[in-house]
């Protein structure tokens, strides 16, 4: 048995200097999602596999300086709003400051821990 | 069928690592149950989130509170709240005549630290706390709505205030702005001040049909919602729809207004959360519930005063118990019980809890419920 045996964070791919993460697009109401479901969340219909562009807006923004699950703080994130659709939580690159609501961000990579990196880049 | 509690009855909050949960858990219903007066229990509802399988069972026990069904609830920190609204229904649909409502927790016992995020949950595993999550609401508030560090740190000045009086409150010594801005970072803004502690309790009460005691609180409605998604197309911070969406059912089955309202326990485990749930309530506009702690319209003596307790800030957030720890403090205010902390002609309470942690999802669940008592 293991603890956790399906990794359940967006899929983060960096190719040839380009990032992607993948995700679903419903083909009926167009919601977009970073999930791997079956069905749409938002209407039931099925849905197709999408691939979304790196770069969005930051909706908010922290920094946790508290050690939780192991992970060593200080940890800079941000819920970023990607220009395709999703909403994702992401760690951050950078200076130890809290990212501002409504600045540009991009996807980089993944943290070695495997977690979504953007950075900010405005 | 017309839903009244007939007693309740709490712990003391705070850390008890040496006192078993199922300790606390008899010296709760007891005193709830002396409270209601004689009557066979016919079921009890029991919350909680991180204590062990059959914790109802275990709980009640060495009480003899047995051979009748036991369910137990996890609905994340409102799962008492949860515990609490499944026998409201259970009385309001006639199955039975008298029942418990247990909630129920012992963190100290399972956390040393900050509660460990789920790491089967996509943010969970990136590590998100809670306390960053609200700390994410706390800066767009900031961004969008010129929130500021004063204003979310009047919240705890005056939730510390409140429970100076409560000596069942893990936290009964005030504080100053200066203290809790100065307090240590958890996630910015958040200070340590602006976060629950780590608590352990219990509470419980005893709800029935009425019987015309002059003391029982009569329960004028009960809602419990789960969230809906909350992802790019949510224009508000994490857990406020799901709140107001509550708000607005629980309202109208009771046949009120949140300006009839004289006194509400609500959901404060970080500053923001007071902010954002009694603007989804409907005491202030959105991006207006910074003003009211800061200039004392939710403090004892103001127009609303919200959690007398001490709330979860100050009185303690043992998670499974804390829904029932409020409704007890919504019981003894409309019943004229609560001394120095008494809102004074306290006629309608209003109790809100808010369960959360699930990745993409507006709340785990939300519980609001609405009690009248007779005019002091």
Redesign the interface.
Not at chain 1, 7 to 10: I, L, M
Not at chain 1, 59 to 69: D, L, S, Y
């Given at each position: 048995m293991t603890?956790?045996p399906a990794?359940?964070?967006?899929r983060v791919t960096a190719s040839n200097h380009s990032v992607a993460i993948a995700g679903t697009r419903c083909g009926s109401c167009g919601y977009?999602?970073?999930?791997d479901s079956v069905l749409c969340?938002?209407c039931g219909s099925t849905l197709s596999p999408a691939c979304f562009s790196p770069e969005g807006t930051i909706?908010?923004?922290?920094?946790?300086?508290?050690?939780?699950?192991g992970?060593i703080p200080p940890?800079i994130?941000?819920?970023i709003?990607?220009d395709e659709?999703?909403?994702l939580?992401?760690?951050v690159t950078g200076k130890v400051?809290?990212p501002?609501?409504?600045a540009r961000a991009r996807l980089v990579g993944t943290t070695k821990?495997g977690?979504?990196l953007a950075e900010v880049i405005c | 069928m017309n839903v009244y509690v007939y007693g309740v009855g709490t712990t003391s909050f705070g850390k008890h690592p040496d006192v078993p949960l199922a300790k606390l858990a008899e010296d709760a219903v007891l005193e709830a149950l002396l409270d209601a007066g004689p009557g066979a229990i016919e079921a009890a509802y029991v919350g909680t989130v991180f204590g062990p399988f059959g914790s109802g069972q275990r709980a009640l026990r060495r009480l003899g509170l047995l051979g009748i069904p036991i369910v137990n609830v996890e609905n994340a920190c409102a799962s008492g709240s949860t515990a609490f609204h499944e026998a409201f229904w259970s009385i309001r649909t006639g199955r039975f005549k008298r029942v418990l409502a247990l909630g129920l927790e012992h963190l100290t016992s399972r956390f040393d630290g900050p509660i460990a995020p789920e790491a089967t949950d996509a943010e969970g595993r990136s590590g998100l706390s809670l306390p960053a999550l609200y700390a994410m609401s706390a800066a767009r508030y900031m961004a969008c709505h010129g929130l500021t560090d004063r204003q979310l740190a009047a919240v705890t000045v005056k939730n510390r205030q409140h429970a100076s009086t409560n000596e069942r409150a893990q936290f009964r010594t005030p504080v100053t702005l200066e203290q809790v801005l100065s307090s240590p970072m958890i996630a910015d803004p958040l200070t340590l001040l602006q976060c629950c502690p780590l608590s352990d309790g219990a509470a419980a009460a005893v709800l029935g049909a009425r019987r015309d005691n002059p003391r029982d609180v009569a329960v004028l409605s009960c809602v419990l919602r789960s969230g809906h998604l909350w992802d790019y197309r949510s224009k508000h911070v994490w857990g406020q729809d799901l709140v107001s969406t509550t708000a607005a059912q629980a309202y109208k089955h009771a046949g009120i207004t949140p300006d009839e309202i004289d006194v509400l326990e609500v959901h404060d485990a970080f500053t923001i959360g007071e902010i954002v749930t009694l603007e989804a309530l409907g005491l202030a506009a959105l991006g207006e519930g910074g003003r009211l702690a800061e200039s004392g319209v939710t403090a004892l003596g103001g127009t609303h005063p919200v959690n007398p307790s001490g709330g979860l800030i100050s009185r303690g957030h043992p998670l499974g118990a804390t829904g029932l720890a409020q409704l007890a403090e919504i019981v003894g205010q409309l019943r004229g019980d609560q001394s120095t902390r008494q809102v004074q002609n306290a006629r309608i309470g209003l109790v809100e809890t808010m369960g959360g942690g699930v990745s993409g999802i507006d709340g785990n669940a939300c519980v609001i419920t609405v009690l009248s008592g007779a005019a002091q």
């Open positions: 603890d956790h990794d359940p964070r967006p977009c999602c970073l999930d969340m938002a909706w908010a923004g922290t920094v946790q300086r508290i050690e939780v699950n992970r940890m994130l941000a819920y709003d990607l659709g999703p909403r939580l992401a760690h400051t809290a501002q609501v409504g821990e977690d979504p | -």
